[in-house]
């Protein structure tokens, strides 16, 4: 039976993952820095991690850029998610500190050709998907990236087929590349739907991109996070 170990984790994604819980994911932290990508994972099939997977001893739960302690039982990669490990969920997650705005950029990568496979695109998306017969060739499913000419767009997409629900959508390019990519980072959602349909341009923001489980022959690219300078708290 295998034995468990800890993970110790800078948070960067905390996002919205059916059916009910959140997809969590950061780079393991390290005396050098930043290492490999780690997402925890649920045992259950759907993999999300619930809200009490999630909890700290004093009840709260881990937020984007603190650092966090958790238990696992056993790596679990599958497909282009080889950064998979399944949590020990008989143990709190243990909050070790938290990481500034400059801390950050250590984390950062630089991307110099297309986020992962381009050319395949949704029906409101650019660049947002890729074809489940080419994850294969992929073996990461994670990245921290510093875009250019980021805008969130909130619109009501399906407001002509009479769909009245109203959608946040990052636009950005990134090494010479367009993407236009749905968010699903709760807390920019949050935000952003309060306020009324059109653009929001953000000067200086990371954000950590994820390629999700695959959904209709599709793993579809997912801002997971969107970090600016103020969120990190300067």
Not at 45 to 66: A, C, F, M, N, W
Not at 76 to 90: F, K, L, R, T
Not at 151 to 158: K, S, W
């Amino acid at each position: 039976m295998p034995m468990p170990y800890t993970k110790t984790i800078l948070c960067l994604a905390n996002s919205r993952k059916p059916p009910s819980g959140r997809c969590i994911a950061g780079r393991e932290a390290t005396q050098n820095g930043f290492g490999d990508w780690i997402r925890p994972v649920s045992a259950r099939p759907t993999r999300e991690i619930s809200e009490e997977e999630r909890r700290y001893q004093d009840g709260t739960h881990p937020k984007v850029l603190e650092v966090v302690a958790i238990q696992m039982s056993a790596p679990a990669p599958q497909q282009h998610q080889q950064e998979n490990h399944v949590i020990d969920d008989s143990f709190y997650w243990v909050r070790r500190r938290r990481v500034a705005w400059e801390d950050l950029l250590g984390a950062l990568e630089r991307v110099k050709g297309a986020l992962w496979i381009n050319g395949d695109s949704s029906t409101y998306g650019d660049n947002d998907r890729v074809a489940d017969q080419y994850l294969g060739q992929l073996n990461r499913s994670l990245y921290l990236i510093q875009p250019e000419q980021l805008r969130l767009v909130v619109a009501t997409e399906g407001a002509a087929f009479g769909d009245p629900r109203r959608r946040v959508r990052a636009h950005f390019r990134l090494a010479g590349h367009p993407y236009i990519v749905g968010v699903t980072d709760p807390l920019i959602e949050r935000d952003y739907l309060a306020g009324a349909n059109g653009e929001y341009p953000l000067d200086e923001a990371m954000v950590c991109m994820s390629l999700g489980e695959v959904f209709h022959g599709h793993a579809y690219k997912l801002a997971a996070a969107i970090i600016t300078r103020e969120r990190a708290g300067g």
